[in-house]
């Protein structure tokens, strides 16, 4: 249900279904990936790497394709910048740990 919320947005910006469909089940296949991995001792630096990355890929793309969600207060696109923080703060500390 929430999957379809989102490719509707990026359809409704001109994307075609079947890319929309895609990116949104690309991007949940790797925060479930990642938020799995981080659990795991030897992966986790790599994890909290790749979810700066995947957040700041989001977080662009997002930007491009539909900047007016950056004005939803308890949107996904605001709601990313502080668990943006706190994986790097996570990765700042996750050597004392």
């Given at each position: 249900?929430r999957q379809?919320?989102?490719?509707d947005?990026?359809?409704?910006r001109?994307?075609?279904?079947?890319l929309?469909f895609g990116?949104?089940l690309?991007?949940s296949?790797a925060?479930?990936?990642?938020?799995?991995?981080?659990?795991?001792?030897p992966?986790?630096?790599?994890?909290?790497?790749a979810?700066?990355?995947i957040?700041?890929?989001?977080?662009?793309?997002a930007?491009?394709?539909?900047?007016?969600?950056?004005?939803?207060?308890?949107?996904?696109?605001?709601?990313?910048?502080?668990?943006?923080?706190?994986v790097?703060?996570?990765?700042?500390i996750?050597e004392?740990r």
């Amino acid at each position: 249900v929430r999957q379809d919320a989102a490719a509707d947005i990026l359809i409704s910006r001109g994307l075609p279904g079947t890319l929309a469909f895609g990116m949104v089940l690309a991007g949940s296949i790797a925060d479930i990936v990642v938020g799995a991995a981080v659990v795991v001792r030897p992966l986790a630096r790599s994890a909290l790497i790749a979810m700066i990355a995947i957040t700041l890929l989001y977080l662009a793309a997002a930007t491009a394709l539909a900047p007016d969600l950056w004005l939803d207060p308890l949107g996904a696109i605001v709601k990313a910048v502080p668990m943006l923080c706190l994986v790097l703060a996570a990765l700042a500390i996750l050597e004392e740990r």
